[in-house]
């Protein structure tokens, strides 16, 4: 039987590399959809985890999982050689950048190694990691080809951006749609097929994966640049003494040639904050400097160390020094109601904080403690007496859940609200500071 055949009839094993926030939830979409799934992760916890149908992303339905593993449509392994039994290999490693924002494809290059040793005819090879146009053309299919096998006659290889926007209740990997781009026709209609069968979305195809790779950096250079501007504009309407948000929520009303985006301390998670710098870096190849991407994230970056700025000038007007104040920090994780703490904008937050000998607690209904460059934090239980005894609250993520806010504006000296979250819940509007 082809391979084809395989994926049409969905007899075809599938092999997800990379079991985090974009790995396991498709390995579940795909065992949901009939194929027999293997996720392959390096961490053996994460393994043990998946064998045992115990959830640990929070896109992932608790008892989908369960009962997958339970029936055999879906287990874990940290052993390469198994990829011998596969025909189907979705790459979705991290793809993180270095101090410098320079590309790292340190786990794209080893984990396309293990496979070129283990590639065999009629395979399919799906790189999902956000990179930069041309990786898959000019990384992965020397590599691939070592095995000594020829693209689009042996095995197929394309690129497919993975689309995960954690906690969003309305679209998820099952319901949005998908962009493939294989290195040859055939390789796209293979990489097609597989997508078809697995999800509730239109499949859209592009003449190639350097088109795929570039959609991905455009969808996310699109927003870093739009939220860098709107970062810009609350700044200058605060100095002007004009609600941000109220000018958001006015131009907002109107129908056409506006989107709306919304300030906050910076930017986070495993997207925003990186994938725009893939193009920057390959852009240098062509002789050309991405001006308005790197004022972005220099506008972005800068916004934790405004944060503590403003909250300085606060302190100041109440007659307190920065030294030696306790500050609440309210929400660490970088988007609320996502337990994830990746390039978190509060933890920069934290950090110039601490630098001014500010001493920091936090609380977040969703982490208990976390490591960050070198410290140990423990979150604080948010009590009348903790809020009574700070000098001030710092509201750094929109949780919705897990935080009375009417009790935290009640018994604290003041809040500093970066995300908005107070709008029309809170009384006591006196002692709200909006970004």
Not at 60 to 79: P, Y
Not at 178 to 207: D, F, I, N, Q, W
Request: proline share 5%.
């Amino acid at each position: 039987m082809t391979l084809y055949r395989k994926i049409v009839s969905k007899e075809a094993k599938v092999c997800v590399m990379g079991l985090g926030y974009v790995g396991l939830p498709l390995a579940v979409e795909k065992a949901k959809a009939g194929y027999s799934v293997l996720g392959f992760d390096v961490q053996k916890s994460k393994v043990d985890m998946v064998n045992k149908g115990i959830n640990y992303i929070g896109d992932v339905v608790d008892e989908e999982l369960r009962d997958l593993v339970k029936v055999g449509k879906l287990s874990a392994t940290a052993d390469f050689n198994r990829l011998k039994e596969c025909d189907v290999v979705a790459i979705c490693v991290p793809t993180p950048i270095d101090v410098h924002k320079v590309p790292d494809l340190t786990f794209v290059k080893s984990t396309a190694e293990e496979i070129s040793r283990r590639l065999h005819r009629d395979m399919l090879v799906v790189l999902e990691s956000t990179t930069y146009p041309g990786t898959t053309e000019e990384v992965l299919l020397p590599m691939l080809e070592k095995s000594g096998l020829k693209v689009g006659k042996d095995f197929y290889l394309a690129f497919s951006p993975e689309r995960v926007d954690p906690g969003n209740k309305r679209y998820n990997t099952k319901n949005t749609p998908k962009v493939v781009g294989g290195v040859t026709p055939e390789c796209t209609r293979h990489a097609k097929a597989l997508y078809e069968s697995v999800l509730e979305a239109p499949v859209h195809t592009v003449s190639s994966p350097r088109v795929a790779e570039m959609t991905k950096i455009l969808e996310n250079t699109f927003r870093i640049v739009n939220i860098a501007l709107i970062n810009e504009m609350a700044i200058v309407a605060s100095r002007m003494g004009i609600n941000i948000w109220e000018v958001v929520e006015a131009a907002a009303t109107k129908p056409f040639g506006f989107m709306p985006f919304y300030p906050g301390p910076g930017v986070g998670g495993h997207c925003i904050p990186i994938d725009p710098y893939y193009l920057t870096y390959k852009a240098r190849e062509y002789d050309w400097h991405t001006r308005l991407i790197e004022m972005a994230g220099e506008i972005n970056d800068f916004m934790p160390e405004y944060v503590v700025e403003r909250l300085q000038d606060i302190l100041n007007d109440l007659g307190k020094p920065m030294r030696g104040s306790r500050i609440l920090i309210l929400g660490v994780t970088y988007k609320g109601d996502v337990a994830d703490l990746r390039e978190s904008p509060a933890l920069k937050v934290i950090e110039n904080l601490e630098k001014k000998n500010a001493e920091v607690l936090f609380f977040d209904p969703l982490i208990k403690e976390f490591d960050h460059n070198g410290k140990h934090y423990v979150r604080s239980e948010l009590t009348e007496d903790l809020l009574e005894n700070v000098d001030g609250v710092v509201i750094t993520t929109a949780h919705t859940k897990g935080i009375d806010y009417q009790f935290v504006v009640d018994h604290s000296p003041f809040v500093y609200d970066t995300k908005n979250i107070t709008k029309d819940i809170c009384r006591n509007r006196e002692k709200i500071i909006l970004l």
